[in-house]
DNA sequence: GAATGTGAACCCGTTCACAGCG
DNA sequence: CGCTGTGAACGGGTTCACATTC
């Protein structure tokens, strides 16, 4: 990659770990969910199978943020839910543009799960001169040539890229030029931003082939029973695991 | 989450680290844009920049494949790009199956990533009475009540659900019971899955809270020149790490 | 008694650095 | 001589298990 060294401490007064970031936006949820159905407080336990992690690694995690539990209780869930939305910096606004105005674009402008957290949709830009003006999602889109002017007059910080693939990076350099530190990549591709910048990328079609590699094992271990022992009628498919428990992508830098 | 033990070692013979599968994809695009440009050869170095990865993790990656470069040359693409995707099991034909046709799973449906990936669209179902027959993508979307026949007629094991998050569990279970043993995810909800069943999980909200929680991290930073002995002047805000190079989240057993 | 919080052990993945080979 | 392939060192994250606290 381009900047490989740059494994900064940073922040090392409140270093929390990545993996333990990441996490974070699942036991949100979990507790959200709590919250609208008023129970009042929740163990390690429990709060771990509603978020689908173990509960060693969720009290974990909490212990990074601070004792917020109480001990042969567990936790109260208003007041957890109010430290991790902060600590994620959801208590603040953050106005988000979309590029890209595609289904795929829509989709996410439509997408409800952004507003109920902070995020707010503060535009849609799209190169397509015929899109201009068009509501989606109740916003008009706005045409790409005013992309500069929109980040600023916006304050945008965060950049939301659903172009294809080709239009990506000279989007990307755009948005970054403009003042966007932050941006979620859909298009297949690797962009590449300077140092600063962070980028997270989803990409369907890896995902689809991480499956099929699993896919694909589990077919041949029921063929391959040559090793195990157990005789041909034992064969059963459900050996094999089911995912483990953390991986990785999604994440790209520069 | 439900099972947790089951970290068998499977097939202990063929182990390639999940980390690395993860990372495939990824030199296979690569690879593929080589390709297409009839590059014959590359080096562990131009291959690892295309991808966004440091070479020494792409040789590593490399060599549980097997010894397919050429030392002091480097790899031959085309037989590279048959390698990996032999290995993800790309050279066989998956029928998927998307249940749900919103905007998200019309955005799918249209995604030519996975055509050009040994996936086949097999089908589009909704539970909208009045969504069926209509053609998305030039399929027609079929009604839910027959989800099981399809998953057995088009012998579908891949099922992409891109409901509502309060239908994905009710989908997921008649996906599973039908016959689909990998489920890709997009409903923001936990799946509970029986074991055997990989589920992966893509959640736009959770990637849009990491990148405010490092976007948080930035401006306090900023702000807080207190630490660091760096005159004032100096307190640039490009001290931010550009993210670490492996992270996690998007996955989601059980 | 019950459940949190955490040091220590463990495991997986990354990085280093160089031996091995064309 | 260049670049691959890999053992060894390193580091982060997960799990264990128990002391601690209500």
């Known amino acids: 990659m381009a900047t490989g060294r740059t494994h900064r401490p940073a922040t090392r007064s409140r270093g929390i770990p990545e993996a333990t970031v990441a996490r974070l936006p699942l036991y949100l949820r979990a507790l959200t969910a709590l919250s609208e159905r008023s129970v009042p407080t929740v163990s390690s336990e429990e709060l771990a199978a509603a978020a689908g992690v173990n509960s060693a690694k969720l009290r974990k995690d909490f212990s990074y943020l601070g004792s917020y539990g109480t001990r042969g209780v567990g936790y109260d869930v208003e007041y957890l839910v109010y430290q991790i939305s902060r600590e994620l910096g959801l208590t603040q606004d953050w106005p988000v543009v979309i590029v890209g105005i595609g289904n795929l674009g829509a989709a996410l402008a439509n997408y409800g799960g952004f507003a109920s957290r902070g995020f707010r949709v503060a535009a849609l830009i799209d190169a397509d001169p015929a899109m201009a003006g068009k509501p989606v999602a109740g916003i008009p889109v706005q045409h790409s040539d005013d992309l500069e002017k929109i980040i600023q007059d916006n304050g945008v910080s965060i950049g939301v890229i659903a ?14 030029a403009a003042g966007v530190t932050s941006i979620l990549n859909f298009a ?4 590449s931003v300077p140092d600063g910048v962070d980028v997270r990328k989803v990409d369907l079609s890896i995902e689809l082939q991480i499956l099929a590699f699993h896919e694909q094992r589990k077919a041949g271990e029921e063929a391959a029973a040559s090793d195990g022992g157990a005789p041909t009628a034992a064969a059963r498919s459900d050996s094999a695991d089911q995912g483990p428990d953390g991986d990785m992508p999604a994440v790209m830098p520069a």
């Not at 172009?163 to 755009?174: L, Y």
């Not at 297949?188 to 962009?191: E, F, G, Q, S």
């Open 163 to 176: 172009t294809p693939a080709g239009a990506a990076q000279a989007v990307c350099e755009r948005l970054v």
């Open 188 to 191: 297949p591709t690797v962009l």
